[in-house]
């Protein structure tokens, strides 16, 4: 049976580590970001990325019939529609994942797993988090540069994004477990909600794996 998996994290909870984790214990699964997505349209001035832009810049969220179109458009245009895919950023809202789920129909979501890490662990992470412009992302504690404060590829000046202090984290946790419990609930409700929890991606990793393969089997 395909894998069709949602990951809900925190910023800081080690998404992108655990997807990578997984993608190389699962090969035949592929992720899916809508940030990279995103990214990728407005940058090659699409239409989908004019008007995306366009929202952004008005600080307003994007339509979800525009964010659901994007993903069914992606899957459809590698092939995956049926097959096993990890959705990365997408849905967040109950609203998104109902339009996910009418456009998806029969492949709809079948696992979503929520990283329930610490506060107090992911606040540790986000203030020692160091960025490269390519979007490279180094931890001063588990995955520091070769240079201290200097990128492993171009050698270029790391920087730290404005938003990554202990106290704003909190702000921004203190919204995210807010808007979680909506989408929480939905999933619950069509009894494909599970949890892996841990302080570090070790500890978490084999939690996540054998969930994963418990769809696969």
């Known amino acids: ?9 925190a ?15 699962i090969p035949h699964l ?16 699409t239409p989908i990325g004019r ?45 998104q994942a109902l339009e996910l789920e009418r456009r998806l129909q029969d492949n709809s979501i079948n696992l979503v797993v929520e990283l329930d890490v610490p ?7 986000i203030a020692n988090r160091w960025m490269h412009s390519s979007g490279r992302v180094y931890n001063l504690e588990y995955n520091p540069p070769k240079v201290p404060f200097k ?3 171009t050698g270029e000046p790391l920087f730290q994004r404005p938003d ?11 919204t995210y477990y807010e808007q979680l419990e909506p989408i929480k609930r939905f999933y619950q409700s069509r009894g494909v909600y599970d949890k892996v929890g841990g302080e570090t991606s070790d500890i978490i ?3 996540l794996y054998r969930l994963a393969r418990s769809r696969l089997d």
């Not at 049976?1 to 994290?9: A, D, E, K, N, S």
């Open 1 to 9: 049976m395909p894998l069709r998996l949602v990951l809900l994290g």
């Open 11 to 25: 910023p800081g909870s080690g998404k992108g580590t655990l997807t990578t984790r997984l993608l190389k214990q």
């Open 30 to 45: 592929t992720s899916i970001s809508t940030g990279d997505l995103l990214r990728a349209e407005i940058q090659n001035s």
């Open 51 to 95: 008007l995306a832009d366009a929202y952004i810049k008005e600080g307003k969220l994007l339509p979800d019939e525009l964010m659901a179109g994007m993903v069914e458009t992606e899957l459809a245009k590698r092939k995956i529609i049926d097959k096993s895919f990890l959705l990365d950023g997408f849905p967040r809202t109950t609203s």
């Open 119 to 125: 506060p107090d662990v992911i606040v540790g992470r």
């Open 151 to 153: 990128d492993d590829v």
């Open 164 to 174: 990554d202090n202990p106290e704003t984290v909190r702000k921004r946790l203190k």
């Open 205 to 207: 990793f084999p939690q």
